[in-house]
């Protein structure tokens, strides 16, 4: 077991204390508002031209735009396990070895979810008496996600529910809203208010795939803004909201739909804006905004595969999700806390949505574990100082690190869009942007001399520094003994994502691979 230490004195914050109560210190309440698949470019600051973002917009005003933060792997599951745990998925174990490189899905025939010997952000934070909840999608655990029964009640695994791991209240889906299904070999994915399943997406939560309506974003905003009413002036409370509007299939409410210029999607990003808005307006209307800190992200880059109608914008970089080019890790990220953050700041501090796990154990007074590797760090000082940290940028894609980012510059030692079989069928990470040598096809090397990029000058990964340029030898000359400490240091965890292989299931069952008449399979392919 980890030793969890309070740290009193600096670390903790004047708070807000209810009306005729005399001031006394209180550790800061914690928003983390995680997007699914909104791209860097899906937001008026940072470039998008219809400026459809009133309130991000807003909030990056009033609060730290970072220009430069990345998530910790280009798709959902694995990244939001890194950020609830402050580790790269090959330690947290949510990668897979089925394949080289490649990205593990959920739901599908998996294996296992999050391991108890992990410590996950939210029971950490109930050691300084927070309160926490979770709104939308979570993958700290895998009830029917995995393994799908017939029965409309069964198939819930109580050692990955998050109720397990330090939320106390939990209203969402193990997932993102696939489907409809039939219910009969495979049933819609269910959603949970705590432990009780309340129903299932487009049955009892209707999801119209030909309009696009859905009154799932106003749901979600209604479970934050009573979450935050209820403990405003009670003890400390950390609110996860992960909202998957923006995962295809997109949907908005009837309010919001055909009222973009960006289509569909457009809608989607519209409601969540708004939605924001007003849970921001809620914590000023309480008088909690300078006792609240805020920070707003997203869990990979836009799915381009899904775009223009289905899928966002990450421009100006290269590709999108799936992929560890920019456009696959590079997040649109903003900072909000009146009061400690002063308005308009821009920080080109590296972050990392691992930084998360780590910075809000600082705001609660908390150190982390100390019995292991943990690769966020504490943004605070950038936050609140305005300092620089020197840190690298890893790029994971399942079992393998591909590029790493030092500075400016960004180093791949592996590139790999998508195979050519799936290419062949339509299937493109990179529609419109094929970059000769860089966007391959196959899995390309290039450990020995890797493809180079100066990220100041060409964000969009189109022009390879020279091998022979004394540029590109001072810029290895750093780079190398990083990574090489990296791979010398990195212990990976035993992986939780591999693919149960139904040709062998009986014979060769892999640990919670369970088969019976009760079980069936689901495809991962079919849920890309």
């Known amino acids: 077991m980890a030793t969890v230490v309070m740290v009193f004195g600096a670390s903790l914050f004047l708070g807000w204390a209810s009306p005729g109560a005399e ?4 550790t800061p309440n914690i928003v983390l508002l995680l997007m699914d698949d909104m791209g860097w470019g899906d937001l008026g600051v940072n470039g998008e031209p219809s400026r459809e973002t009133p309130n991000l917009d807003r909030m990056a ?5 970072f220009p430069d933060f990345y998530t910790a792997n280009p798709l959902c599951s694995p990244s939001r396990a890194a950020l609830l745990t402050g580790r790269l998925p090959i330690r947290n174990g949510f990668y897979t070895t089925n394949g080289h490189a490649r990205n593990a899905y959920t739901p599908q025939e998996v294996v296992g979810g999050i391991q108890d010997s992990e410590f996950l952000l939210p ?10 909840k979770i709104v939308g999608k979570c993958i700290c655990e895998v009830p029917e996600m995995a393994w799908v029964p017939v029965s409309r009640h069964m198939g819930h695994r109580p050692q990955f529910h998050p109720l397990k791991h330090g939320f106390d209240e939990w209203f969402g889906s193990p997932n993102c809203h696939f489907g409809p299904y039939d219910n009969k070999a495979r049933p819609n994915i269910p959603v949970y208010r705590n432990w009780e399943m309340v129903g299932r997406f487009y049955e009892d939560f209707p999801i119209n795939l030909k309009t696009g309506e859905a009154n799932l974003t106003q749901i979600y905003l209604k479970e934050a803004m009573d979450f ?8 400390p409370f950390f609110l996860y909201w992960a909202v998957d509007a923006t995962h295809a299939p997109v949907y908005a409410s009837k309010a919001f739909l055909g009222t973009s210029q960006r289509g569909r999607y457009g809608d989607a990003v519209r409601e969540i804006d708004d939605s924001i808005g007003k849970i921001l307006k809620l914590l000023q209307d309480l008088g909690i905004q300078e006792n609240t800190f805020v920070f707003f992200t997203s869990d990979n880059g836009a799915a381009l595969i899904s775009a223009p109608s289905q899928g966002g914008s990450n421009a100006p970089f ?3 999700k799936e992929t560890t080019f920019e456009g696959g890790m590079r997040e649109p990220a903003i900072a909000w806390w009146p009061g400690h953050i002063s308005a308009g700041q821009v920080s080109h501090q590296l972050g990392n949505v691992m930084d998360l796990f780590t910075t809000s154990l600082s705001l609660a007074g908390l150190q982390p574990p100390g019995d292991r590797e943990i690769d966020g760090i504490d943004l605070l000082p950038a936050i609140t100082q305005g300092k620089l940290i020197d840190r690298p940028i890893f790029y994971y894609r399942g079992n393998e690190m591909m590029a790493i980012r030092v500075g400016l510059y960004k180093a791949h030692y592996w590139t790999w869009s998508n195979s050519w079989e799936e290419f062949s069928e339509g299937v493109d990470f990179c529609p419109g942007q094929n970059v000769s040598g860089v966007t391959t096809h196959n899995q390309e090397k290039h450990t020995e001399l890797p493809l180079l990029f100066h990220l100041g000058r060409d964000p969009g990964e189109k022009y390879p520094i020279s091998v022979s340029s004394p540029e590109y030898q001072a810029a290895l000359h750093r780079i190398s003994p990083i990574v090489e400490e990296h791979e010398k240091t990195m212990i990976p965890a035993a992986p939780q994502l591999n693919v149960c292989n139904p040709a062998v299931m009986v014979l060769a069952a892999p640990p919670n691979c369970l088969l019976n008449d009760k079980f069936y399979f689901l495809s991962s392919r079919s849920l890309m």
């Not at 001031?23 to 209180?26: H, L, T």
């Open 23 to 26: 001031a006394a210190p209180q």
């Open 61 to 65: 005003a009033e609060g730290m735009l």
């Open 123 to 132: 029971e950490l934070l109930k050691k300084a008496g927070y309160v926490n």
């Open 228 to 235: 935050i009413k209820q403990q405003a002036y009670k003890q």
């Open 318 to 320: 290269l590709c999108g």
